[in-house]
């Protein structure tokens, strides 16, 4: 088949590509970087350089293409991310109907059943609304909880002041992915026959952050890593002062307001995946140890 990819050379969208290939598919990597064309080509991709806004581009990326696999990368520059997302869930529509494309793979978010309070979440939503209104067109829509990879953020955090922490407490609920088993997930779909418009949820392990910061701290050798409980203030502080921008920073403490009340979860546990993903948050944990 001839695939199209977007999410350039990232943690989803590299093993993703890799695998399509190495299964006999043309694949063409969509990326808004021109530096990343050459690492695209080593991977036996076309790459496509341009922005997933311009709807001229995306219609010539996609055209011809079996399956499309799209996501609306976070944008921390956006002075109105929800705008940005939809303006990018806007064009990624109407490239998909000016192109004809049949099949759609798109990476969406637990808690993307929530329209507000949900921070960045709010915009997947809406993305997952935009999409689901396309005419003919068969939209499988991944569903993707929070990713190990993000405590490779916390890093500083470790180093400098000796814990983890965010503004949810040691004992809320923490389910998690690994990009690489959403690749997987990602990469059975765009090949299975499904029709109409679907939700899959997946998860690689279910913890707490108490759990995580566990597990972290026995890989890293700080068994005692504590996970401290921010109030949304010093959250807020926290990401400005170590510069994410304030509509971003403003977003992700929203979004942590909804882990600390459960909302976000909760249309997950009503479609609950009866097995997990393969990496365990343990085996997370010694990857992180080998990058620390």
């Known amino acids: 088949m001839k695939i199209t990819v977007k999410g350039s050379t990232g943690n989803i969208s ?109 915009g997947i939503h809406d993305v997952e609304g935009i999409l689901s209104k396309l005419d003919g067109v068969n939209i499988k829509f991944v569903r993707a909880p929070f990713f190990y990879t993000n405590f490779y953020g916390n890093v500083d955090m470790i180093k400098h002041a000796g814990i983890l922490g965010n503004n949810y407490p040691a004992d809320a609920r923490l389910i998690m992915v690994h990009p690489k088993d959403i690749a997987d997930v990602i990469f059975e779909e765009l090949q299975n026959n499904f029709e109409g418009k679907s939700i899959r949820y997946l998860y690689s392990d279910e913890s707490t952050p108490a759990g995580a910061a566990k597990a972290i701290g026995q890989a890293i050798g700080k068994p005692e890593l504590p996970w401290v409980e921010f109030n949304d203030e010093q959250a807020l502080a926290g990401l400005l002062q170590a510069g994410i921008p304030e509509e971003m920073s403003k977003n992700f403490v929203e979004m942590g307001t909804a882990v600390r009340s459960g909302a976000i979860w909760e249309d997950f546990d009503a479609h609950k995946p009866a097995q997990k993903s393969a990496i365990s948050l343990e085996t997370f944990a010694e990857e992180f140890a080998s990058r620390f």
């Open 14 to 122: 590299k093993p993703l590509t890799q695998k399509l290939i190495a299964a006999g598919h043309t694949v063409t990597v969509v990326s808004s970087n021109a530096d990343k064309a050459a690492e695209i080509e080593a991977l036996g991709a076309i790459p496509a350089i341009g922005n997933i806004t311009d709807v001229d581009f995306l219609t010539t990326a996609f055209s011809g293409a079996d399956a499309i696999y799209t996501m609306v990368p976070p944008n921390f520059g956006a002075t109105n991310l929800r705008a940005y997302m939809n303006q990018a869930g806007e064009a990624y529509a109407q490239a998909i109907k000016n192109a004809d494309v049949k099949k759609v793979v798109q990476l969406s978010s637990i808690g993307a059943h929530l329209g507000e309070g949900v921070g960045p979440i709010k």
